[in-house]
């Protein structure tokens, strides 16, 4: 992996639509980790990298505006955070025609759909923030303090803020190697979990105004008003971290989040407790993730689509598989 990035002349990353933070804490960290070894590297996402991620993005760095132009060029295309093409929103079918040289590095679970090139997959890393620490590790760069601010976003957001049942013992100990290289926790908190907009936590109170729960399954699910990211003047950012609060109550072993998203499709964010495998109910709907933290976009309206969803679900908790 570490000869392919550093023996192509021009790198292009990405990372899927709407990008979270170990999308881009992951791509930044490996940014500034080949520019240090000479690469001409340039970050080019299918949508714009959230705002409050945005105190990361060094200077001329991002080029998500112009990313069809950018893969268009590229002697290699790195894809981070990301095993499937089609989350690659309109760069997929200008990766499918172009078909340039790419590598991969992941930590999702599910069969990787990708152009065949070397692939960095290890769905027990907590992050992708994580193998790309690993790689710099192996490959002897060394980690400045911008690279561990970034990679440190990363761990902490795909984390919950260490919260989840994917913070390992390693985990851990990887975030206290960043600490060590100058990372300030306090700040970055700030910047990612307590600078919103006022549209987000009114978005907020008007996505849980809708919550259902069904005690007697362990289900509980929310759904987000059409028009409601235009009418607080938000983005789907701002929906982080939402279906957690369904999540959150008492005998609640699965929680959902049903969001349209246009063209036709709704998509469906799973979240669960315990031992409930949401990766393997999201992948009967095309999509993935982790054991307790999936998501796939379905066909038709969110009438239809929840009502599909809901079913299966019922009985995935029920009996521990798809109806």
Same mark, same amino acid.
């Given at each position: 992996?570490?000869?392919?990035?550093?023996?192509?002349?021009?790198?292009?990353?990405?990372?899927?639509?709407?990008?979270?933070?170990?999308?881009?804490?992951?791509?930044?960290?490996?940014?500034?980790?080949?520019?240090?070894?000479?690469?001409?590297?340039?970050?080019?996402?299918?949508?714009?990298?959230?705002?409050?991620?945005?105190?990361?993005?060094?200077?001329?760095?991002?080029?998500?505006?112009?990313?069809?132009?950018?893969?268009?060029?590229?002697?290699?295309?790195?894809?981070?955070?990301?095993?499937?093409?089609?989350?690659?929103?309109?760069?997929?079918?200008?990766?499918?025609?172009?078909?340039?040289?790419?590598?991969?590095?992941?930590?999702?679970?599910?069969?990787?759909?990708?152009?065949?090139?070397?692939?960095?997959?290890?769905?027990?890393?907590?992050?992708?923030?994580?193998?790309?620490?690993?790689?710099?590790?192996?490959?002897?760069?060394?980690?400045?303090?911008?690279?561990?601010?970034?990679?440190?976003?990363?761990?902490?957001?795909?984390?919950?803020?260490?919260?989840?049942?994917?913070?390992?013992? +390693?985990?851990?100990?990887? %975030?206290?190697? !960043?600490?060590?290289?100058? &990372?300030? *926790? $306090?700040?970055?908190? =700030?910047? #990612?979990?307590?600078?919103?907009?006022?549209? +987000?936590?009114?978005?907020? %109170?008007?996505? !849980?105004?809708?919550?259902? &729960?069904? *005690? $007697?399954?362990?289900? =509980?699910? #929310?759904?987000?008003?059409?028009?409601?990211? +235009?009418?607080?003047?938000?983005?789907?950012?701002?929906?982080?971290?939402? &279906?957690?609060?369904?999540?959150?109550? =008492?005998? #609640?072993?699965?929680?959902?989040?049903?969001?349209?998203?246009?063209?036709?499709?709704?998509?469906?964010?799973?979240?669960?407790?315990?031992?409930?495998?949401?990766? =393997?109910?999201?992948?009967?709907?095309?999509?993935?993730?982790?054991?307790?933290?999936?998501?796939?976009?379905?066909?038709?309206?969110?009438?239809?689509?929840?009502?599909?969803?809901?079913?299966?679900?019922?009985?995935?908790?029920?009996?521990?598989?798809?109806?």
């Amino acid at each position: 992996m570490a000869a392919a990035l550093t023996s192509a002349r021009h790198v292009v990353l990405t990372t899927h639509v709407n990008a979270d933070g170990d999308g881009v804490g992951s791509e930044i960290g490996l940014w500034h980790l080949l520019r240090a070894r000479g690469v001409s590297v340039i970050i080019a996402n299918p949508t714009e990298i959230p705002e409050r991620f945005h105190f990361l993005i060094p200077a001329g760095a991002d080029a998500s505006d112009r990313a069809v132009r950018e893969i268009e060029r590229a002697d290699l295309v790195a894809s981070l955070d990301i095993g499937d093409l089609s989350r690659l929103g309109n760069l997929a079918a200008v990766i499918n025609k172009r078909q340039p040289p790419l590598v991969c590095i992941d930590h999702h679970v599910g069969p990787v759909k990708l152009p065949p090139g070397p692939c960095l997959i290890a769905p027990e890393a907590t992050a992708t923030a994580e193998l790309v620490f690993d790689l710099a590790n192996v490959a002897g760069w060394p980690l400045t303090a911008e690279i561990a601010q970034a990679l440190y976003v990363g761990l902490l957001t795909d984390t919950g803020g260490f919260r989840f049942s994917n913070t390992t013992a +390693r985990a851990l100990r990887v %975030a206290a190697a !960043l600490l060590e290289k100058g &990372v300030d *926790p $306090e700040s970055i908190y =700030a910047s #990612v979990y307590a600078s919103a907009p006022e549209g +987000r936590v009114r978005l907020l %109170a008007e996505v !849980l105004q809708t919550l259902v &729960v069904e *005690p $007697e399954v362990g289900l =509980a699910w #929310v759904s987000v008003p059409a028009d409601a990211l +235009r009418r607080h003047e938000v983005t789907a950012d701002d929906l982080d971290g939402i &279906v957690e609060f369904p999540r959150s109550i =008492a005998g #609640v072993r699965m929680a959902l989040l049903f969001r349209y998203i246009g063209n036709g499709r709704v998509k469906v964010s799973f979240r669960s407790m315990g031992e409930v495998d949401v990766a =393997a109910l999201a992948h009967e709907f095309g999509g993935g993730g982790h054991h307790r933290a999936a998501g796939a976009s379905l066909p038709g309206t969110m009438a239809e689509v929840e009502e599909k969803v809901l079913r299966v679900a019922r009985a995935f908790l029920a009996n521990g598989q798809p109806a």
